[in-house]
């Protein structure tokens, strides 16, 4: 049990343009969602938190009308790229936790290349 | 904000070796977990550990809350232990602070 997906794996884009992942909670109902990024050799940084129904929470120095979050359901939340630039490349890792346990399950992450 | 260090940075280890990983954390901890990130990117859970012992399989992590560390051993190291282990522990909200990462290579 715990599966969490992503979709797509992976995406090449232009500079300027949208791109849309979806992270899903296969097997259980997730009330609140993770966005993480990671740069190659280096550790996850959190994003952003969102929960079922409610505006997703930005951490500092994360652009809230950049990447767009929205979590209309208690097993999808999608991360919205707005205006990527190359620097926004990166692997995109969401994680899932239900309400009743600490314990996040992740999704296998999404590469993001922006040229 | 909280800290959380992982120790060694980097490990070379011959197949069959036992390995122990390190991962210290900054203040009082309700939320310790273990991850392995394989070569593709996915994080996979291992231990969910506040405090206390667990064991699964060939590995087993200890967390002792009172001194802040938390150990994570891995026995009779095969190749496909490969990849970077992750500490993380959680704030408030469940945020999940994440530890710089121990690198593992198996060689054969």
């Known amino acids: 049990g715990a599966v969490v997906s992503q979709h797509p794996s992976r995406v090449i884009c232009k500079s300027g343009t949208s791109v849309k992942i979806e992270c899903r909670s296969l097997d259980f109902q997730a009330t609140t969602m993770f966005w993480y990024r990671q740069f190659p050799k280096q550790s996850l940084m959190l994003m952003a938190t969102s929960n079922e129904g409610s505006k997703a929470t930005y951490e500092q120095g994360v652009e809230k009308d950049k990447f767009l979050i929205n979590h209309a359901s208690l097993t999808l939340s999608t991360l919205t790229v707005t205006s990527a630039h190359p620097e926004d490349s990166s692997f995109y890792i969401c994680?899932?936790?239900?309400?009743?346990?600490?314990?996040?399950?992740f999704g296998p992450g999404t590469r993001l290349t922006v040229t | 904000g909280i800290q959380v260090e992982q120790s060694p940075p980097d490990l070379i280890l011959q197949e069959g070796a036992n390995s122990t990983l390190r991962c210290n954390f900054s203040d009082s901890v309700n939320n310790l977990q273990w991850f392995h990130q394989n070569p593709w990117g996915q994080l996979i859970n291992l231990f969910y550990i506040p405090s206390g012992t667990k064991q699964n399989g060939r590995l087993s992590a200890t967390t002792v809350a009172t001194e802040r560390y938390s150990l994570l051993y891995i026995s009779s190291s095969q190749t496909t232990d490969s990849g970077v282990y992750f500490c993380?522990?959680?704030?408030?909200?469940?945020?999940?602070?994440f530890g710089g990462g121990t690198r593992v290579l198996v060689k054969p």
């Open positions: 993380a522990r959680a704030a408030a909200g469940n945020k999940l602070t």
């Open positions: 994680s899932a936790a239900s309400g009743n346990t600490y314990e996040q399950y």
